[in-house]
């Protein structure tokens, strides 16, 4: 175990992983400040877009790389119409970088080089993220909406061998990020239900907050969704999405299953939110822990609190 810090502890190495979502954050921040001269803000929305997809490059293994981009899929169904087909454009596509082919680079000079839109393949595209700057009843519906946009390419799997796949690989997943949850939002009991599928979305694993307004910045909120077979729904809202865990919405996807979004904040979860997306890509996901590196606790923590 790593010592103790303000009543912190974890395995070695959770202080140096915490650090990197300071400095996501720090940086966020400063474009953010940046921004707030701008007549359009929208400057740090891309910052935190790139925060994430840089933050990705640093840690996932060399097979796989983030990149903003278009899905494509060689499916022949628009030819009959004669129609084009739109190309979805997502902030963070990752992909194997070893096997798959790109199939064209946006270029455009004020991109800074290695962050121009990539065209790529959905059988080589492993995961698919949606970020947002600040989490609230706009940006929660936005991103689920864009995430549904890719159920075309998730609602089947391409039989082994299949010459001409034109879906998702079997390990893919997808989820949102969202930079921060700030106080005037966090009684926005709704929001939650926003982040439940209307449907089964094929390696949902719901989104991470990296920050919330009153508490300790090591802390990050997880969002999972919880079944429940019996259709009951579980009722815990102490007012604010900022106090401990907190079950919101739910939605029915079959005439038996109630669905429920799950939000926590715990000092683990930015890592364990990292491993998880590993795991699913690489198909290694299990119920529980997907890696104990970087993982650090706090026992206030696991009694529940609002920021302060």
């Given amino acids: 175990m790593g010592e103790s810090r303000d009543g912190i502890a974890g395995v070695a190495g959770w202080k140096q992983f915490l650090a990197t979502k300071r400095t996501l954050l720090a940086r966020y921040d400063d474009a953010r400040t940046k921004a707030e001269a701008r007549p359009v803000q929208t400057g740090h929305g891309l910052v935190a877009e790139a925060l994430i997809r840089e933050w990705l490059n640093g840690f996932l293994p060399r097979r796989f790389r983030a990149c903003a981009g278009y899905l494509v899929s060689q499916s022949l169904e628009h030819i009959h119409t004669g129609e084009v087909p739109k190309l979805p454009h997502y902030d963070v596509i990752i992909y194997d970088e070893l096997n798959a082919p790109v199939l ?38 936005q991103a689920m909406e ?52 209307d449907c089964l979305l094929r390696g949902y694993m719901g ?70 997306l590993l795991a699913m890509m690489q198909g290694t996901r299990r119920w529980g822990l997907s890696s104990f590196h970087g993982f650090a606790f706090q026992k206030k923590f696991a009694k529940g609190h609002e920021g302060e």
């Fill in 104 to 141: 064209w680079i946006d270029e455009n000079p004020e991109v800074r080089d290695g962050e121009n839109s990539r065209a790529i393949p959905v059988e080589f595209v492993h995961g698919v993220l949606e970020v947002k700057s600040s989490l609230d009843r706009t940006t929660a519906r």
């Fill in 207 to 276: 989104g991470a907050v990296l920050r919330g307004d009153g508490l300790p910045v090591e802390a990050t909120g997880r969002i999972d969704l919880c079944a429940n077979s019996d259709g009951e729904q579980i009722e815990i809202f102490n007012g604010s999405l900022l106090a401990g865990g907190v079950f919101g919405g739910a939605k029915q996807w079959l005439d038996d299953k109630s669905v429920q979004a799950f939000l926590s904040w715990t000092l683990h979860n930015f890592s364990a939110f990292a491993f998880d």
């Fill in 146 to 197: 864009k995430l549904l946009e890719i159920q075309q390419f998730a609602n089947g799997i391409d039989p082994p061998g299949e010459p001409y796949p034109t879906h998702f690989p079997l390990n893919f997943c997808c989820g949102t990020i969202f930079m921060e949850l700030r106080r005037e939002n966090a009684h926005q009991k709704n929001i939650l239900e926003l982040l439940i599928p």
